[in-house]
């Protein structure tokens, strides 16, 4: 990501980052917590997103996040490889209703046009860095 807003930031970018600990409870902390974590834990060594991080939401479920209620509905699939499965194991499915629009794992990308409008979802296995080609639409259609 911090590529990414490197080389589009400039252009108009903006990268905002949702924590959730819907998945596997691996994110217990929160706000400067997080922060901490990356830059000391994981991955360490220095590291600070560039992205603007948000408090922690849930993404799924009955207490999702209006933002993502609205992503999903108008982006119900990922592409991708990995985009036809929910999760590789039921049981961490921890939150109630499930749907098959959820959120599949952290890393999920949501790409939004300057106008708001939902252009593309892209599953956990696709390459952060293989965004650049859809930005760069997006950035041309201004």
């Given at each position: 990501?911090?590529?990414l807003?490197?080389?589009?930031?400039?252009k108009?970018?903006?990268?905002?980052?949702f924590?959730?600990?819907?998945f596997?409870h691996?994110?217990?902390?929160?706000?400067?917590?997080i922060l901490?974590?990356?830059?000391?834990?994981?991955?360490?060594?220095?590291?600070q997103?560039?992205?603007e991080?948000?408090?922690?939401?849930?993404?799924n479920?009955?207490?999702?996040?209006?933002?993502f209620?609205?992503?999903?509905?108008?982006?119900?699939?990922?592409s991708?490889k990995?985009e036809?499965?929910?999760?590789?194991?039921?049981q961490?499915?921890?939150?109630?209703?499930v749907l098959r629009?959820?959120v599949?794992?952290?890393f999920?990308?949501?790409?939004?046009?300057?106008n708001?409008?939902?252009?593309?979802?892209?599953?956990?296995?696709?390459?952060?860095?293989?965004?650049?080609?859809?930005?760069?639409k997006?950035?041309?259609s201004?």
């Amino acid at each position: 990501m911090n590529d990414l807003a490197e080389k589009y930031s400039a252009k108009g970018l903006v990268i905002l980052a949702f924590p959730c600990n819907q998945f596997g409870h691996q994110e217990n902390a929160s706000g400067q917590e997080i922060l901490d974590s990356l830059k000391y834990v994981r991955p360490g060594k220095g590291y600070q997103p560039k992205a603007e991080m948000l408090e922690k939401v849930a993404v799924n479920g009955s207490e999702a996040d209006p933002l993502f209620i609205f992503l999903k509905e108008k982006l119900p699939f990922p592409s991708g490889k990995g985009e036809e499965v929910l999760m590789n194991d039921p049981q961490a499915i921890i939150w109630r209703p499930v749907l098959r629009s959820d959120v599949s794992w952290n890393f999920e990308k949501f790409l939004i046009d300057s106008n708001g409008v939902p252009f593309k979802r892209y599953s956990r296995y696709f390459l952060t860095s293989d965004l650049s080609s859809d930005i760069e639409k997006l950035l041309a259609s201004k």
